[in-house]
């Protein structure tokens, strides 16, 4: 300890202690990013005949706007590092191959059937390490806590998508679509790789045990039936307004002509 | 009245004895003999009133019932109650017990959703009424205070809406709050402080839940009871208007007694009311409240709205332009001036309610017209009244569908910035649009009116005469109905008047030129030497399609 200390002002002292430090924080990286490739390895078991298969669809129905080698085009991102999951979310909620240029990719019938959607997903998986398609124990509402899904949801959800999860509007024509009718698995991928305005929520900020619990959440809201009667689009005090307007007061104007039509 | 206090009569039966024993003590048959003879014109457009009171009456016997099971605090509790998604949630007490009701307290859900329909019903009724005195002339003299009265009743109103509304401490409730924190903070110098006091210190505070709560079922109920009960008070004073018709004039009252007639039909109509508010709340969702979790300021949900009544003041906020054409906010005397809030509720919300109170004053500063009116106007038989009306329910109406503007974004897939530009068009230009339409539309019914009475009602008889010629034969109104289409008034415009110096001053000529936009265009009532005329044209079996236009002036 001593002879540290004496050798504390040595002229290469300091280029030790840099030395040190750039080892450190470069295997911790290192360490860091293997673990990440080791995670995205686990879960990807895609054959070189899938990647294969992905890519000839992938030339066909998407370089036009993403580049015949996913590396983008003034038309549409790059999508290399985007990982299974955004592939399987977009082109499995039918917003990809896109309809029309526009503010936003709107949902339309699937274009692609299962196995071409994971072929698809395996030749992007491919170009670079992304988020994978979510494991089923994150998708299986039966291990997932409502109350703590309800929590997360209205906390980092509920300001875009409503807080009954039936969606919103957005600046210039761009909207957050309904959540009811979503599959768990798609729910999971929009909050991992943030498609279209939605921020990415990445395991860090809501973990994959919260995204289960805010998907039984959503789940549960579906099942549930509505316990006041008839919910008109859980849209809040407008629907509530219109109905008053509406139904209320053509059965009241019904009721004073009825009243008044006879004299006494 | 003193006759029946020392009455030697003995009556037959028990009950007549008992209401002889009372009647004796405290005079009921006199009430009932002056009060049970006022006569009530029948109507269907008369009964929006009743069904404002009615809901009053719903709202209270409802609102008992929450208070026995709401607890009106801020301290924070952990939920532990049935539904499930907000088990262990910490949240106010105030939610926690606003839960209870719509989950555990039996029929508390059903009794929620009454009073809530009710308030919504309680509103539209008023507002309703108040269209349907408006545009029959029914403000006009004497019954100008019974409008501030009404006026008054409608925002008083509105803040019991709102109290309750902030009320269960969720999300929603939470965001409608600090909207009024935002719109007190906007008042210039005493802003901050007024919103310092109301919270008891910074928003949202510990205190204003409770605050509301006393201001929701003392003050604010109390309030509406008094003015509810002078402005009944008013009406018997006055006496019902009526519409025009035979035997009808400024003297009298021509209609039904309230005993037994109306009484009965009062009576049954309050229980129509109570089912048709029954079944909406039995039937439809009302405040979700589970829905939206415990308050914390943080988050803005998206489709966030006040209730309908309120939508006025939020879409004027929606509307007014954030930094166009410059930024609406500067500081001045040492405190920030936050014009994009002050001015969309003083300016657009504010000047809505002000030339309400105030109409009937304007009309009678214009028109010079300071005489009793008992029988009512049609809406057509006053163009210009009616075309105001419907200018300012279109100047009204896209406030409120401005607080749904991102409803309306994303139902109808256009974009949100869009449905702002239309409705600020709307706003600025919609009511003079609908103001011209409206006055043209009750021209061209005045004279149809006209043609009706000198020519009568097209048969579509087409009979040939013995020379030759085709006639079309018109059968004449009959006279009771004849009545309704001739009994009004179509004023000339009044030039500007000199006043007692004989100089005619400048706000007199603003009134005299108000004058001629508005009677310029008018169509007089059919007179009876016109109706002579036209009868002895049919007499002599020519010329049946005779010329109206001599006698429309211009």
């Known amino acids: 300890m001593k002879a540290l200390s004496q050798k504390r002002r040595h002229p290469l002292a300091a280029l030790v202690l840099l030395a040190l430090a750039l080892l450190l924080s470069g295997g911790l990286y290192a360490v860091a990013t293997a673990t990440n490739e080791a995670q995205a390895a686990t879960s990807t078991s895609y054959s070189a005949e899938d990647i294969a298969e992905g890519q000839k669809l992938f030339v066909s129905n998407c370089a036009t706007c993403h580049g015949t080698n996913a590396e983008g085009s003034v038309d549409g991102p790059s999508l290399i590092g985007v990982g299974a999951a955004a592939v399987d979310f977009q082109v499995g909620t039918?917003?990809?191959?896109?309809?029309?240029?526009?503010?936003?990719?709107?949902?339309?019938?699937?274009?692609?059937?299962?196995?071409?959607?994971?072929?698809?997903?395996?030749?992007?998986?491919?170009?670079?390490?992304?988020?994978?398609?979510?494991?089923?124990?994150?998708?299986?509402?039966?291990?997932?806590?409502?109350?703590?899904?309800?929590?997360?949801?209205?906390?980092?959800?509920?300001?875009?998508?409503?807080?009954?999860?039936?969606?919103?509007?957005?600046?210039?024509?761009?909207?957050?679509?309904?959540?009811?009718?979503?599959?768990?698995?798609?729910?999971?991928?929009?909050?991992?790789?943030?498609?279209?305005?939605?921020?990415?929520?990445?395991?860090?900020?809501?973990t994959p045990e919260e995204k289960r619990d805010v998907i039984t959440y959503l789940k549960s809201q579906e099942v549930n039936t509505p316990v006041g009667g008839f919910a008109l689009g859980s849209l809040g005090p407008v629907s509530e307004g219109l109905l008053i307007w509406t139904l209320g007061l053509v059965i009241v104007i019904a009721f004073t002509l009825w009243l008044t039509s006879r004299a006494a | 009245m003193s006759h029946s206090l020392q009455s030697d009569y003995k009556a037959k039966t028990t009950t007549g004895r008992i209401a002889h024993y009372v009647d004796q003590r405290v005079g009921v048959s006199g009430i009932v003999k002056e009060f049970g003879r006022k006569i009530f014109p029948d109507h269907w457009s008369f009964m929006f009133g009743e069904v404002a009171l009615y809901s009053l009456v719903i709202l209270i016997l409802s609102g008992t019932f929450l208070t026995f099971f709401f607890n009106p605090t801020m301290v924070s509790v952990t939920y532990d109650g049935s539904y499930v998604p907000m088990k262990g949630v910490d949240m106010s007490g105030a939610y926690a017990s606003a839960l209870d009701i719509s989950f555990d307290v039996r029929g508390g859900l059903l009794m929620r959703q009454i009073h809530h329909w009710a308030a919504l019903m309680f509103m539209m009724a008023m507002t309703v009424h108040m269209l349907r005195v408006f545009f029959t002339g029914a403000f006009r003299r004497p019954r100008e205070l019974n409008w501030v009265v009404g006026a008054t009743l409608m925002i008083v109103g509105i803040l019991a809406g709102f109290t309750g509304y902030s009320l269960p401490d969720d999300v929603l409730s939470g965001n409608g709050l600090r909207i009024i924190d935002g719109i007190f903070k906007s008042i210039p110098l005493i802003g901050t402080y007024i919103s310092l006091f109301f919270f008891g210190g910074e928003f949202p505070g510990s205190a204003i839940i409770s605050r509301l709560y006393s201001l929701h079922i003392m003050v604010i109920p109390a309030i509406l009871l008094l003015l509810v009960a002078i402005h009944m008070f008013m009406v018997v004073i006055h006496k019902h208007t009526q519409y025009p018709g035979p035997g009808r004039t400024e003297n009298n009252v021509v209609g039904f007694p309230v005993g037994p007639v109306y009484a009965a039909k009062a009576g049954g109509f309050f229980f129509i009311v109570f089912g048709i508010i029954a079944l909406l709340s039995a039937t439809f969702?009302?405040?979700?409240?589970?829905?939206?979790?415990?308050?914390?300021?943080?988050p803005v949900q998206a489709g966030t709205q006040p209730d309908w009544y309120v939508g006025f003041g939020d879409g004027a906020l929606r509307l007014w332009p954030g930094v166009w054409p410059f930024p609406w906010e500067f500081e001045f005397l040492g405190g920030t001036w936050v014009l994009s809030v002050l001015l969309p509720f003083a300016l657009m919300a504010g000047s809505v309610i002000m030339a309400m109170v105030f109409w009937p004053w304007i009309e009678r500063w214009v028109t010079k017209d300071n005489r009793v009116h008992n029988v009512l106007d049609r809406p057509r038989n006053a163009p210009f009244r009616t075309g105001v009306g419907v200018a300012g329910i279109i100047g009204y109406a896209t406030l409120m569908i401005a607080a749904s503007s991102d409803l309306i974004a994303t139902h109808f897939h256009v974009s949100l910035n869009d449905v702002a530009y239309a409705l600020r068009a709307s706003f600025l230009v919609g009511p003079l649009i609908g103001f011209y339409i409206t006055q043209r539309i009750c021209l061209a019914l005045q004279r149809k009116d006209r043609e009706l009475v000198l020519h009568g009602i097209e048969t579509g008889n087409v009979v040939q005469l013995p020379h030759g010629e085709f006639i079309e034969v018109h059968k004449p109104v009959d006279e009771y109905r004849r009545y309704a289409l001739v009994d009004f008034e179509s004023p000339a415009p009044l030039p500007a008047q000199p006043n007692k110096k004989g100089k005619v001053n400048p706000i007199e000529k603003i009134r005299a030129g108000l004058s001629k936009i508005w009677f310029e265009d008018r169509v007089v009532a059919v007179t009876p030497a016109e109706l002579e005329a036209a009868h002895h044209d049919?007499?002599?079996?020519?010329?049946?399609?005779?010329?109206?236009?001599?006698?429309?002036?211009?």
Request: aromatic share 6%.
């Open chain 2, 285 to 298: 969702t009302i405040n979700a409240l589970w829905n939206y979790g415990p308050y914390d300021p943080s």
């Open chain 1, 94 to 206: 039918g917003r990809m191959p896109m309809q029309m240029q526009g503010v936003q990719a709107q949902l339309k019938p699937g274009q692609f059937n299962d196995e071409q959607t994971m072929q698809l997903s395996a030749y992007v998986a491919s170009l670079g390490a992304g988020p994978t398609i979510p494991e089923d124990e994150y998708l299986d509402v039966s291990k997932g806590d409502a109350a703590n899904g309800a929590k997360v949801f209205l906390a980092n959800c509920a300001m875009c998508h409503n807080a009954a999860g039936v969606g919103g509007a957005l600046t210039r024509g761009k909207f957050a679509p309904t959540l009811m009718g979503v599959s768990e698995k798609h729910i999971y991928e929009a909050m991992e790789t943030g498609p279209q305005n939605m921020p990415v929520f990445s395991d860090v900020n809501i």
């Open chain 2, 538 to 554: 049919h007499h002599s079996d020519n010329a049946v399609e005779g010329s109206v236009s001599a006698s429309l002036e211009k």
